[in-house]
T-cell receptor
Framework: DQQVKQNSPSLSVQEGRISILNCDYT??????FLWYKKYPAEGPTFLIS?????DKNEDGRFTVFLNKSAKHLSLHIVPSQPGDSAVYFC???????????FGKGTLLTVNP | DAGITQSPRHKVTETGTPVTLRCHQT?????MYWYRQDPGHGLRLIHY???????DKGEVSDGYSVSRSKTEDFLLTLESATSSQTSVYFC????????????FGQGTRLTVV
């Protein structure tokens, strides 16, 4: 049973436009929500996060939105740049030991 | 850079042989994790540790064991490697800054032939 779903395996956008990546979850126990970016042959790198007490967090071109009632998380990248091309994972944390449960990832391609 | 080193970075091994992957951290963090990444599955937790000699199973622990005899090292052992364990393995540490984000090593690509 998949607790975290990223339903779009891939997304292609033009440079300068907005990229929107989505993530849905089923378990209300998650209380911290993160996005990771991964380039080929590298480890995932932390991008941005949000706690369950907030509905929005911004960091430069990246904004994460949380809709707890819908159990939905999204990442907005504005403006998108070719260097943003990577696989993006949402990761959720809840309970002790800070374990992360990951979605399957979305491959973002930003075309020049 | 969170000071995480994985070794080896690449390994090819034969079915049925034992394999040990090493994760070393320089930052003295309490929590360490082993994940595997496979196409179509994202990252899945194998085992984790919350202190020296304190470990627990994750989502996909069958066929794997771990040990943590000192804070800086977390070892993952495939007791008898199978082709289904061909994967990229990532070690991570959790930095308790209040954000619970984990920092990952660069990964070990393991091929079981």
């Amino acid at each position: 049973d998949q607790q975290v779903k990223q339903n779009s395996p891939s997304l292609s956008v033009q440079e300068g436009r907005i990229s929107i990546l989505n993530c849905d979850y089923t378990n209300s126990m998650f209380d911290y929500f993160l996005w990771y970016k991964k380039y080929p042959a590298e480890g995932p790198t932390f991008l941005i996060s949000i706690s369950s007490i907030k509905d929005k967090n911004e960091d430069g071109r990246f904004t994460v939105f949380l809709n707890k009632s819908a159990k939905h998380l999204s990442l907005h990248i504005v403006p998108s740049q070719p260097g943003d091309s990577a696989v993006y994972f949402c990761a959720l944390s809840g309970g002790s030991n800070y374990k992360l449960t990951f979605g399957k990832g979305t491959l973002l391609t930003v075309n020049p | 850079d969170a000071g995480i080193t994985q070794s080896p970075r690449h390994k090819v091994t034969e079915t049925g042989t034992p394999v040990t992957l090493r994760c070393h951290q320089t930052e003295n963090h309490r929590y360490m994790y082993w994940y595997r990444q496979d196409p179509g599955h994202g990252l899945r937790l194998i085992h984790y540790s919350y202190g020296v000699k304190d470990t627990d199973k994750g989502e996909v622990s069958d066929g794997y064991s771990v040990s943590r005899s000192k804070t800086e090292d977390f070892l993952l052992t495939l007791e008898s490697a199978t082709s289904s364990q061909t994967s990229v393995y990532f070690c991570a540490i959790s930095v308790r800054t209040g954000n619970t984000e984990a920092f990952f090593g660069q990964g070990t690509r393991l091929t079981v032939v």
